[in-house]
């Protein structure tokens, strides 16, 4: 399970929290995204919960390491219609997310693929074939 990041109080937000009242400008709490990793004989599959994001926000990689590389940034800004240059509320938002997960050695890492689907980032990684073991005697010469 991942933990929930913790906003810090600094003089900043207390100084506006004062100024407007503290419920007009709430502060947002971080999380990371939720995860889930599944196993059938044939794949592993990797979700992560990621609402609003479009598959232009993602970047997935194998690493020289051999690590499944998620990264995902999203810049969003609201903006009022209002054609005047004083405002005292305006939104935007941004959000970041990295993950390295260690791939197990039977992935077979050219076929992996990755899509969004209803807010969820489904990574299929499917496993190698299993080849037989051959059992032969080895002459010590």
């Known amino acids: 399970m991942f933990p929930t990041l913790r906003s810090t109080d600094n003089w900043l937000d207390n100084s506006f929290g ?12 971080a999380t990371t995204p939720a995860i889930n990793v599944k196993e059938s004989e044939k794949q592993y599959d990797v979700e992560i919960a990621v609402p609003g994001m479009k598959k232009d926000d993602f970047d997935v990689n194998i690493t020289e390491g051999g690590c499944l590389e998620i990264k995902m940034e999203h ?9 005047e240059e004083h405002y005292l509320r305006r939104e935007f938002s941004y959000s970041s997310y990295h993950q390295a997960l260690i791939l197990p050695d039977d992935v077979e890492h050219d076929k992996i693929e990755a ?5 969820v980032l489904h990574v299929t990684l499917p496993r190698k074939a ?8 080895i002459d010590v010469i």
Do not use: I
């Open 130 to 137: 299993e080849t037989a073991k051959v059992q032969r005697k």
């Open 18 to 29: 004062d100024f407007f009242n503290d419920n007009w400008l709430a502060k947002p709490k």
């Open 75 to 83: 810049k969003e800004e609201k903006k009022d219609e209002n054609k």
């Open 115 to 119: 899509k969004v689907e209803d807010g």
